[in-house]
């Protein structure tokens, strides 16, 4: 009747009432075994008989987590008042209408836009959690704070090969041996000097983010791949680096490196930022409404492109 389960004895006198641990539940009465709280979930009290899932935008590294802490997501705190003084909120996700003054904010993990109107509108600055605090007269664009929202792609997952992921989340491979600081490798030169999971841009040693475990050997990491922007396009599609290269009607895409049959003056580098280059994936280097390619028809320059926009209600925002 208080919420708690444990593991009796299933016969008389077998043993002493044994309550389960942190990061472990049961809800069958009399139960051989507790269960470790499945992956995104935590348990931070004794004797619980279910989990409590991580906020939508926040996972977990394994089973079995016993703390809210090692949800793996972002995190931001706003203030009313000047210098994080005031009545304080934390937040885990986006908040689309702040309904009060906001003159501090302090980006605890990760990174997110700040909007200077609601619904994510009008000018906005990106802070992350190597800023620290802020008062928001001093933030460079904005001049109010009614809406913000997470980064999540490169900074919690990894797009594409993860050659701009830079994310503060692991220090470890993905068997668990630890991450030596990057200045120790021979990726020195292009590598950011610390002990996180990078891939730095244009290695191509490793399909994803990695790390050094000693000066000489690597090893993969398990940071998750991002599912927006890659299964699905978030805005107008600018940032989306997904592998769908063929358009609305079913036509192929041209190879955005190439001028045959259509010439064009989106080629790589100079639109590598949206990422367009040796390949026939669908892009957006013009801001059109959604991700588009040229085609290889002759009669049919450019087209939108069959991708779906991304919602909660149809996708995760990490693939494991």
Request: net charge negative; aromatic share 12%.
């Amino acid at each position: 009747s208080s919420g708690i389960n444990a593991e009796w004895p299933l016969r008389p006198g077998a043993g002493s009432c044994h309550i389960c641990e942190k990061g472990t539940f049961s809800n069958v009465v009399n139960a051989v075994a507790c269960r470790p709280c499945p992956k995104h979930q935590y348990n931070s009290a004794e004797g619980s008989v279910q989990c409590m899932k991580c906020p939508d935008t926040a996972f977990t590294w394994g089973t079995g987590t016993a703390s809210f802490a090692d949800c793996i997501g972002p995190i931001i705190e706003v203030c009313s008042e000047e210098g994080m003084n005031g009545t304080c909120h934390v937040y885990y996700d986006d908040n689309l209408w702040i309904n009060t003054t906001v003159r501090s904010v302090n980006v605890i993990r990760g990174e997110f836009d700040l909007f200077e109107k609601t619904n994510l509108r009008a000018r906005f600055d990106t802070l992350s959690e190597e800023d620290g605090p802020h008062n928001v007269a001093e933030l460079e664009t904005i001049g109010a704070l009614e809406s913000f929202a997470p980064v999540l792609n490169d900074v919690f997952c990894s797009l594409d090969k993860g050659w701009k992921f830079h994310g503060s989340v692991r220090t470890q491979s993905k068997s668990g041996k630890a991450c030596i600081n990057w200045r120790k490798t021979p990726l020195a030169h292009k590598a950011e000097p610390n002990h996180y999971c990078q891939n730095p841009d244009g290695t191509n040693l490793q399909a994803k983010p990695f790390c050094y475990i000693s000066e000489t050997e690597t090893e993969e990491c398990d940071i998750p791949a991002c599912v927006w922007d890659m299964a699905c396009f978030t805005g107008v599609g600018v940032h989306y680096r997904g592998s769908t290269r063929t358009t609305d009607h079913g036509r192929n895409c041209q190879n955005w490196n190439r001028d045959w049959p259509h010439i064009h003056g989106y080629h790589s580098p100079k639109y590598s930022w949206a990422g367009v280059g040796d390949h026939t994936n669908c892009r957006n280097p013009d801001y059109e409404g959604k991700p588009w390619c040229y085609t290889t028809n002759l009669l049919h320059r450019w087209e939108y492109c069959a991708i779906p926009r991304c919602s909660r209600d149809d996708f995760e925002f990490y693939k494991f």
